[in-house]
């Protein structure tokens, strides 16, 4: 478990992240979404202790990172891919840095496979592609086989076979009971992996809810009805998948149901329909609602 508390971090005057809390808990993937600047990196390399707060707690397992007794074993981090040795095989590097943490030489071998470098583990990182870069530094957050797991934008660089491949491990952490926490930019990116979302934007904490419950709220997936017996028609749609929500008298929109099946079991009744729409709202228009005046760069 993460637990961040009131956290602030400041650089002179610039706010990079005000006043954030919230929990990342255990058995679950949060994706850690905000556009570029919003104080991700700030907030993650705070819970590894290589920022430290100007004003709140950020801690792992109850304790400040620079007081865990075994750090890589409790917390994995990929921060920074580049910042392996380059000279070094893949290989000795994570022999380094097993050696100085006492994880055998076993270990090792097992998260050079798991990330599928085991052919190149004698090849130097930098002669790497990005996106074998990132799958060493996946083996070395990975090495001390921690039960807390934090990636920065893990999936920059990899290809669709690669993106796959980091979704279904991440998800797989998760289920063995891990604190899985990744950052993205990107909503479509964050929607297939992540089971809650904590969303940032120009530091402020912006949204912390079930995945479900955001695309639910951001009206993704939901179909506008208008009738003038909306009532009735409602009577006959409900069921422990659906929910509706009123917009207007007579309007309301409804998810967990399709388009053609709230049409059909109007027929079915001869109950009138005025509107029947489905809501297109795509998953980043959503996050662009939401963080709408947080950009801190954005394209004309
Ligand atoms: N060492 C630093 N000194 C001064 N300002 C900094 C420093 N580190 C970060 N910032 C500023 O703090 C803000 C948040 O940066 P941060 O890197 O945490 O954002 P981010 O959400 O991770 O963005 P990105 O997706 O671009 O990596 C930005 O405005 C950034 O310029």
Do not use: C
Request: charged share 20%.
């Amino acid at each position: 478990m993460i637990e961040i508390q009131n956290f602030t971090k400041r650089y002179g005057k610039k706010v990079a992240v005000d006043d954030v809390t919230t929990t990342i808990k255990p058995g679950k993937v949060t994706g850690f979404l905000g556009p570029n600047g919003s104080g991700k990196s700030t907030t993650m390399r705070a819970i590894v202790g290589l920022d430290t707060p100007t004003l709140g707690t950020v801690t792992v397992n109850g304790k400040r990172y620079a007081d865990l007794s075994a750090p890589m074993t409790e917390v994995g981090a990929l921060l920074d891919a580049k910042s392996l040795h380059p000279g070094r095989s893949a290989f000795n590097n994570l022999m380094a840095l097993a050696h100085t943490h006492r994880i055998p030489r076993s270990r090792v071998n097992e998260v050079l496979n798991l990330v599928g470098l085991s052919e190149v583990a004698k090849k130097r990182p930098g002669g790497f592609s990005l996106g074998m870069g990132q799958r060493l530094g996946i083996a070395v957050a990975l090495l001390g086989d921690p039960k807390i797991i934090i990636l920065d934008e893990p999936v920059n660089g990899l290809d669709p076979e690669g993106v796959r491949w980091i979704r279904e491990l991440l998800r797989s952490l998760a289920a063995e009971g891990r604190t899985v926490f990744l950052s993205s930019h990107l909503m479509s990116e964050l929607s297939q992996t992540a089971d809650h979302l904590v969303v940032i934007g120009k530091g402020k904490l912006m949204a912390d809810e079930s995945m479900d419950d955001f695309l639910q709220g951001a009206g993704v997936g939901t179909v506008q009805v208008s009738s003038p017996t909306i009532e009735e028609l409602l009577d006959h749609l409900r069921g422990p998948q659906v929910s509706v929500k009123p917009v207007k008298p007579g309007t309301v929109t409804i998810s967990g149901l399709e388009a053609r099946s709230i049409g059909a079991v109007a027929a079915q009744h001869g109950i009138t329909l005025y509107e029947l729409t489905t809501h297109q709202t795509s998953l980043e228009e959503a996050f662009m609602d939401l963080t709408r005046d947080a950009f801190e760069y954005r394209s004309k």
